[in-house]
């Protein structure tokens, strides 16, 4: 196998979402679930998200970028690929670690959704009380 060919893995957690992501040298083709990223995504702001790892390491045409992203909202989404993304690029090149580590990139966001507690709305809120 080439070694052009070769795809290099990164996994990426947001939320409940999930993401997949594949690079290889190319040309900056950026598909997510077989889809171009600015299909995919409508807003601006996720797709900015999506290309940051590339666009802080100074790599945004250079590598091929296939996504596979499931669960959660698209922004959780777009949080995931950040992450995978960026753990890829760091495998393919360790060089690229402190620009990485530097806009925290290569750690994961811990903040899940609270879970709802008994007696009450929500995991906050809850029911009104009324005195009579």
Same mark, same amino acid.
């Given at each position: 196998?080439?070694?052009?060919?070769?795809?290099?893995?990164?996994?990426g957690?947001?939320?409940?979402?999930?993401?997949? +992501? =594949?690079?290889?040298?190319?040309?900056?083709?950026? @598909?997510?679930?077989?889809?171009?990223?600015?299909?995919?995504f409508? &807003? *601006?702001?996720?797709?900015?998200?999506?290309?940051?790892?590339?666009?802080?390491?100074?790599?945004?045409?250079?590598?091929?970028?296939?996504?596979?992203?499931?669960?959660?909202?698209?922004?959780?989404?777009?949080?995931?690929?950040?992450?995978?993304? +960026? =753990?890829?690029?760091?495998?393919?090149?360790?060089? @690229?670690?402190?620009?990485?580590?530097?806009?925290?990139?290569?750690? &994961? *966001?811990?903040?899940?959704?609270?879970?709802?507690?008994y007696?009450?709305?929500?995991?906050?809120?809850?029911?009104?009380?009324?005195?009579?």
């Amino acid at each position: 196998m080439a070694e052009d060919t070769k795809f290099i893995w990164g996994t990426g957690r947001r939320k409940s979402s999930v993401a997949r +992501a =594949r690079i290889r040298k190319g040309t900056g083709k950026f @598909l997510v679930n077989r889809r171009e990223l600015d299909e995919y995504f409508g &807003r *601006d702001r996720d797709t900015f998200i999506a290309r940051l790892p590339l666009k802080t390491t100074k790599t945004l045409g250079k590598y091929d970028v296939f996504i596979n992203v499931q669960g959660g909202g698209l922004t959780g989404q777009a949080g995931a690929i950040c992450l995978g993304v +960026a =753990r890829a690029l760091y495998k393919a090149d360790e060089s @690229l670690a402190e620009g990485l580590r530097g806009a925290s990139l290569l750690t &994961r *966001d811990s903040r899940m959704k609270e879970r709802k507690k008994y007696g009450q709305k929500g995991a906050r809120a809850g029911f009104q009380w009324t005195k009579r």
